[in-house]
């Protein structure tokens, strides 16, 4: 499976951007999907995460300000960030684990978030 994140960029604080990954390869192999995000000199961190049938959990730091959402036909997830603020600056992974083989993760290339305050 290959992610592709797109949507990044620079934002000022309160401001808002859409991230977007799209799914492409052994799509049968995955279900839940996910964004994670890694700021300089932290651990990465699960964001939010999404089931095929649309279930979610967010990380407390993010919840009412970001959604997260699939459209199964177009094997793409986004993720809608609004009310942004300087600490959510990091770069911006997507993940899918695999469904068939145990601990084993897709991930796409990060997509850098920035904002200033």
């Known amino acids: 499976v290959q992610l592709q994140a797109s949507g990044g960029g620079l934002v000022q604080a309160g401001g808002s951007l859409r991230l977007s990954c799209v799914a492409s390869?052994?799509?049968?192999?995955?279900?839940?999907m996910g964004w994670f995000r890694q700021a300089p000199g932290k651990q990465r961190e699960l964001v939010a995460a999404i089931t095929s049938d649309g279930s979610t959990n967010y990380a407390d730091s993010v919840k009412g300000r970001f959604t997260i959402s699939r459209d199964n036909a177009k094997n793409t997830m986004y993720l809608q960030m609004n009310s942004l603020k300087p600490e959510d600056t990091a770069v911006y992974y997507c993940?899918?684990?695999?469904?068939?083989?145990?601990?084993?993760?897709?991930w796409g290339k990060g997509t850098q978030v920035t904002v200033s305050s």
């Open positions: 993940n899918a684990p695999s469904k068939l083989v145990y601990g084993m993760d897709f």
């Open positions: 390869g052994s799509i049968f192999s995955i279900n839940a």
